[in-house]
């Protein structure tokens, strides 16, 4: 269904494999990904438990992942694969369709990379900006 012409569509995509389609269509590929989801789930409960009062971007990251972790796994189980719905392009160029499930994780990957990097910045100013005056 087209929502914004020549930019976004609603769509239905049943993806089998990983981000972006990767692996789709092989034997046992529900199997392993419900697995690397479980072990992905644990990992992020014990970091986000882990997590500090001082660290909230970092604790807020972690439960995006997670979010979008569960929301992806709840599908694998229901169906066997991962239903997309969200599709942007122009002209001929299409970005592979995805879920809010996957955007979650991208969003907190990405603050999870910026609160690190932050971070690593105050430890350890290796780099100073000039002083243009």
């Not at 529900?30 to 014990?46: E, Q």
């Not at 369709?97 to 350890?124: P, Q, T, W, Y």
Request: hydrophobic share 50%.
């Amino acid at each position: 269904m087209e929502v914004i012409p020549g930019f976004f569509d609603l769509t239905h995509v049943r993806n089998t494999g990983g981000a972006f389609g990767i692996f789709s269509g092989r034997r046992g590929g529900t199997v392993f990904f419900v697995s690397v989801s479980f072990i992905a789930l644990g990992a992020l409960l014990f970091l986000l438990r882990r997590a500090g009062e001082d660290e909230k971007n970092l604790a807020l990251s972690f439960s995006l992942v997670l979010a979008g972790a569960i929301g992806n796994l709840i599908d694998r189980l229901l169906y066997g694969e991962v239903i997309d719905f969200l599709e942007f392009y122009h002209a001929s160029f299409y970005w592979p369709a995805f879920n809010i499930a996957d955007s979650a994780i991208c969003i907190g990957i990405g603050l999870m990379a910026v609160e690190l990097l932050i971070r690593d910045h105050k430890k350890n100013p290796k780099y100073q900006a000039p002083n243009h005056k």
